[in-house]
């Protein structure tokens, strides 16, 4: 199939994140959210349509994550204050409807590209999900928005064979473990090893479920783009999609604080326009963006400015 020649997308954006507190000092903070939407008071972005995301309804939810996790989330929403659901994961008052909204947006932005009203799809929102596994919060997420979007492109919309490439610098455990158990689903990570937190290792994938690639740290632009051309565009041309999603992790930026992999805009933008030319080819263009990691705010901004250039080609 060709490409096409005018891509329409849209943003979608979830404004309770922007009271998701985490707390003073905490990296995934209400600041990374409110630096990527405003991208979208700036020309060229400013014309690009946003829209404020609705609540997930709980069976979509439940596409991913145990009934009696997505309770027991509730219920260990504060009325005030913080509670930490492990070493690294805050929730606060406005933390579920945050997670909810954020579900929400990826499942509308797969409605919509299924009804034609555009062709690909960035979701802004926080808190970030790729860690988040069936039955438990973890790694700054409360829910997989990725997969839970995925299972609903599956369940609600019809489509068969959904690709989610992963490119944080983090390995997605959550996204990994719920592939291994569906099916038609391919998860493709490439992220720094060994690092939080602690899995990916490619001796354990799983064929046709998980595709996971180990990078070291300082391996830099050129290894990157050379794991993609040697090894998942080949996978995902084996796999020929219908549907391709992409965890859009930023975190590794060479400004990035927490990670090492030492990436440029440009490197975004390469491998964007990389999954977008497998989109076109056996998907119609189809692409769901997710927004995962990224701590510096500027890089955050420039990154995620390159991958929405690419989106649109």
């Not at 219908?242 to 927490?258: N, R, T």
């Amino acid at each position: 199939m060709s490409a096409k020649q005018d891509i329409t997308l849209h943003i979608y954006k979830n404004s309770s994140g922007l009271k998701h507190d985490t707390g003073a000092g905490h990296p995934e903070c209400i600041a990374r959210q409110d630096a990527v939407l405003s991208i979208f008071k700036q020309e060229p972005y400013s014309a690009l349509k946003v829209i404020e995301a609705e609540e997930a309804e709980t069976k979509w939810v439940a596409y991913a994550h145990d009934r009696n996790y997505i309770m027991d989330l509730q219920e260990a929403i504060p009325d005030s204050g913080h509670v930490n659901l492990d070493s690294d994961t805050v929730v606060s008052p406005h933390s579920y409807i945050a997670a909810i909204t954020g579900a929400g947006a990826a499942c509308q932005a797969v409605q919509d590209i299924h009804d034609g009203n555009c062709d690909r799809a960035f979701c802004a929102t926080r808190p970030p999900g790729h860690h988040a596994e069936p039955e438990r919060a973890m790694g700054f997420c409360l829910f997989n928005n990725i997969f839970i979007a995925a299972r609903y492109a599956q369940q609600q919309c019809g489509y068969k064979k959904i690709a989610i490439i992963d490119f944080d610098v983090h390995h997605g455990n959550g996204t990994d473990a719920m592939a291994r158990r569906a099916e038609n689903i391919l998860y493709i990570s490439s992220h720094q090893a060994p690092f939080y937190p602690g899995t990916g290792n490619p001796a354990h994938d799983v064929a046709g479920k998980t595709l996971n690639i180990e990078l070291a740290a300082g391996d830099g632009s050129e290894t990157f783009r050379k794991v993609y051309e040697d090894t998942v565009v080949p996978a995902l041309h084996s796999f020929a999609p219908d549907f391709v999603m992409i965890s859009a992790g930023f975190d590794a930026h060479k400004d990035d604080p927490l990670a090492q992999i030492n990436l440029t805009e440009d490197d975004f933008t390469w491998v964007t326009n990389q999954l977008c030319e497998i989109a076109n080819k056996y998907c119609g263009g189809k692409v769901l963006s997710v927004l995962e990691g990224g701590y510096n705010l500027d890089a955050l901004k420039s990154s995620c400015a390159a991958h929405l250039n690419a989106l649109q080609k």
